[in-house]
């Protein structure tokens, strides 16, 4: 009987994969560590699809994270006043300190940045470039 379940699954399985429907592709995970004036990934590329972005606040401030896409890797943005003029791929995340937030962006291949759009925060160096591939 035993025998009979288990070559009926692998028969299934067998079935399926000649099926040629492909599962879709987990999301890939994104890691940064974020404090004053500072983002840290925990890769410079990822593959292009869903991308879930893990935020950890290891500052003693609220940062507020945002991707956005660049045309180049490691272009300057603009400045207006206090902010960085950016068109947001998703709503951007506030993440408190000693807190983590999660936020999951579609993303294709291209050059990227997270940064912390509060006052001043971008031109004080919290932003940080990656590549989709």
């Known amino acids: 009987m035993r025998l009979a379940l288990v070559l009926s699954v692998v028969a299934s399985a067998l079935m399926i994969s000649a099926s040629g429907v492909a599962a879709p592709a987990p999301a890939t995970t994104l890691r940064a560590d974020v404090a ?4 840290v ?15 950890r606040n290891l500052g003693s ?5 945002t991707v956005v896409r660049t045309a180049t890797f ?27 937030a999660t936020l999951v962006v579609s993303l294709t291949r291209g050059s990227y940045m997270l940064l912390d759009n509060l ?3 971008y031109w ?4 940080v470039a990656f590549s989709v591939r």
Not at 36 to 39: D, K, P
Not at 41 to 55: E, M
Not at 84 to 99: E, M
Request: charged share 15%; glycine share 10%; hydrophobic share 45%.
């Open 36 to 39: 004053e004036w500072s983002i």
């Open 61 to 65: 401030a609220p940062h507020q994270v």
């Open 41 to 55: 990934p925990s890769t410079g590329d990822v593959r292009a699809g869903v991308v879930r972005l893990v935020v």
């Open 119 to 121: 006052p001043w925060s």
């Open 124 to 127: 004080k160096g919290t932003s």
């Open 74 to 100: 490691g272009a300057r943005l603009r400045l207006a006043g206090a902010h960085a003029v950016v068109h947001p791929l998703a709503a951007s995340i506030v993440v408190r300190p000693g807190k983590t």
